[in-house]
């Protein structure tokens, strides 16, 4: 278990909570750094060293705190963010990928989902889940998001590339819808990296939100 990936699980006690905890716990990818149930200690967890891989945070531990995962990314900016989230909160979403969140999951997830979903941000992906992404994409051209610095161009074939990696497909499966190969699909990444000088294709996808190019 020496290079498992660090999570630290940040969520009020119940059952379910424990359950899943257990569960993943069991799995020979992951390691519990710290598991929290309390919004104040989240600072101190993610200031320990080594730094975790992953925060794993229940969307009620952010409500009406827009700074805290700013201030987060601050202190870990290694650090990725995955929120559990219910349907009603999609239009808290923008604002929290615009602070740093990697991925938004609904608590109801099921254990694969929730694995593939931890698996596809920590390799530099955004995850969102399919009950949550419709609902974003609709939200997205209703919101006047303030654009800052220069705009970044997206091809429509860009533009298609990074829809689909939101949605959680990998290389080989984006390469197979688009009627091209994994090595092509690849190359637009590292264009893509290129043009916007984001640090992962995270980023990218981010700024393309704000820009509101998804839609």
């Known amino acids: 278990m020496e290079n498992s990936a660090k999570i630290i699980w940040a969520s009020p006690q119940s059952l379910a909570r424990d359950g899943i905890v257990a569960l993943l716990d069991q799995e020979p990818d992951f390691t519990f750094a710290e598991i929290i149930s309390k919004q104040e200690d989240m600072m101190n967890a993610v200031a320990n060293k080594p730094v ?3 925060l794993i945070v229940d969307h009620f531990f952010l409500n009406d705190q827009r ?26 979403i923008l604002d929290l990928m615009k602070s740093g969140a990697d991925g938004y999951i609904v608590n109801e997830a099921n254990k694969d989902e929730l ?19 419709i609902q974003v994409l609709e939200s997205i051209a209703a ?21 689909l990696i939101l949605e959680g497909y990998s290389n080989q499966e984006i390469a197979y819808q688009l009627f091209t190969n994994k090595r092509t699909i690849l190359k637009y990444r590292e264009s893509l990296l290129q043009k ?20």
């Open 52 to 54: 975790a891989d992953i």
């Open 67 to 92: 700074q805290l995962l700013t201030s987060l990314k601050e202190i870990a900016p290694l650090l990725k963010v995955l929120v559990l989230s219910g349907t009603e909160h999609n239009e808290d």
């Open 115 to 133: 694995i593939f979903a931890i698996k596809h941000i920590l390799t530099g992906n955004t995850y969102i889940c399919t009950a949550l992404y």
């Open 143 to 163: 919101l006047d998001i303030e654009k800052k610095g220069a705009t970044v161009e997206f091809s429509e074939r860009e533009e298609q590339i990074l829809k």
């Open 196 to 215: 916007t000088g984001a640090p992962d294709i995270g980023t990218v996808i981010r700024m393309a939100l704000q820009q509101g190019v998804l839609s």
